[in-house]
């Protein structure tokens, strides 16, 4: 049952092939980056690992698209594909698990556009275009927020008036396909505990407190922007700081949103870059760089302590996403001085990239999962299709 996924953003493409039956096995992998820039590029990694590389002509997201399906027929898998399965950042209340989609569940979605102004319409987009690529495909639509519609009342409201909670202005949380794949692996392990907290940390990044798999908080709101800084995104803020600012120099309701999104985080502290790596490479010469680098990892362990009072103590504590992955001296900030809530690094798992990183004796078992968002909505389609 070779089943396609795929995770549409900005300016980039997303996809995989999985055959789902018995043995889950991927057949084939790319992304397709700097789509409407002037150099975009592919990269596809097949079942056999032979990795490839090319140019292309992407201006759109459609002709992205295009170019997929182009390489599934020169691959010969083309006419095989079962179902496809799309990520959706926003849900909204109304879808609480992956759906079907059909054309009215798509007029559902457009509805829910000004939540995500910034991802839905690109979303939908991409998945009318594979519609049109592959009409005899059926596809399915797998929400970012879905996960975390278990939270409880407490967690999922502001405080503000009761109608515009029920109107669905309430914290919906995202990064949850990440999520589910963490309590998925873990569990298909034998080592899902019964309080985890997962750190999904990149570019957007997130933490979800998870009690018996079920998501009972998170650290982003109504829209991506909220939780602790990320690349280009601020955080949570003291409303009165847009409020200042609209008044004070006459920000329009875009230019609000333009600076939380796109100039803020670590581009707009350390007035550089949003780009971690190059953070950790210049902050002994650049205050300011690690100045945005320290936000960064102070905001980790601020929701992570919160997190931990809210499961009443932790037992395991995942990073996953490209920095939580990847950037073992941001694990140690993080987890530095924590050895109160249990949690102590072994120095040379850490540096080492291993699958887990705490020391043997430690109460809280720290562990390193790779995000693997594109096998998730594989599995979701599969089942929905099946």
């Known amino acids: 049952m070779p089943i396609l996924a795929l995770n549409s953003g900005s300016s980039s493409l997303k996809f995989a092939l999985?055959?789902?039956?018995?043995?889950?096995?991927?057949?084939l992998a790319g992304t397709v980056s700097g789509i409407g820039g002037d150099a975009p590029s592919a990269s596809v990694t097949r079942?056999?690992?032979e990795a490839t590389e090319e140019r292309l002509r992407a201006a759109t997201?459609?002709?992205a698209l295009e170019w997929m399906v182009g390489l599934l027929e020169r691959e010969g898998h083309a006419s095989g594909i079962r179902g496809a399965g799309h990520r959706l950042v926003h849900g909204g209340?109304?879808?609480?698990?992956?759906?079907?989609?059909?054309?009215?569940?798509?007029?559902?979605?457009?509805?829910?556009v000004p939540l995500a102004p910034l991802h839905l319409p690109r979303e939908l987009g991409a998945l009318e275009a594979l519609s049109r690529l592959l009409p005899t495909v059926p596809q399915v639509a797998c929400f970012d927020t879905a996960f975390h519609r278990s939270m409880p009342r407490v967690a999922q409201w502001f405080g503000l008036p009761r109608a515009l909670a029920e109107r669905g202005v309430q914290r919906y949380g995202f990064h949850g396909l990440s999520c589910e794949y963490v309590v998925d692996h873990l569990r298909r392990d034998g080592r899902l505990a019964r309080r985890v907290v997962i750190a999904h940390l990149g570019s957007g990044a997130s933490l979800t407190a998870v009690r018996d798999g079920a998501s009972i908080d998170t650290s982003m709101g109504l829209?991506?922007?909220?939780?602790?800084?990320?690349?280009?995104?601020?955080?949570?803020?003291d409303p009165g700081v847009l409020?200042?600012?609209m008044r004070a120099d006459?920000?329009?309701?875009?230019?609000?949103a333009e600076l939380v999104s796109t100039r803020s985080g670590l581009l707009g502290v350390s007035d550089r870059t949003g780009d971690m790596r190059e953070l950790l490479e210049h902050e002994s010469t650049d205050a300011r760089a690690a100045d945005a680098v320290n936000m960064?990892?102070?905001?980790?362990?601020?929701?992570?302590?919160?997190?931990t009072a809210a499961l009443g103590g932790l037992d395991t504590l995942v990073f996953t996403g490209g920095i939580g992955e990847r950037a073992p001296v941001v694990r140690e900030r993080i987890c530095h001085g924590l050895e109160a809530l249990g949690i102590e690094l072994d120095a040379q798992r850490n540096q080492a990239g291993a699958t887990v990183v705490s020391r043997e004796a430690a109460a809280v078992t720290v562990r390193v999962i790779g995000a693997n968002e594109e096998l998730m909505i594989a599995r979701h389609a599969a089942r929905l299709l099946a």
Not at 250 to 256: E, H, K, N
Not at 296 to 307: D, M
């Open 18 to 27: 999985y055959d789902m039956r018995q043995v889950e096995t991927r057949l």
């Open 47 to 49: 079942g056999t690992g």
């Open 61 to 63: 997201p459609a002709s």
């Open 93 to 112: 209340s109304k879808f609480e698990e992956p759906v079907r989609l059909t054309p009215a569940i798509v007029r559902s979605l457009r509805e829910l």
């Open 223 to 237: 829209t991506p922007n909220g939780g602790f800084l990320m690349s280009t995104r601020s955080g949570d803020l």
């Open 243 to 245: 409020l200042y600012l």
């Open 250 to 256: 006459g920000l329009s309701v875009d230019q609000a």
């Open 296 to 307: 960064f990892c102070y905001g980790v362990r601020r929701f992570l302590g919160a997190y």
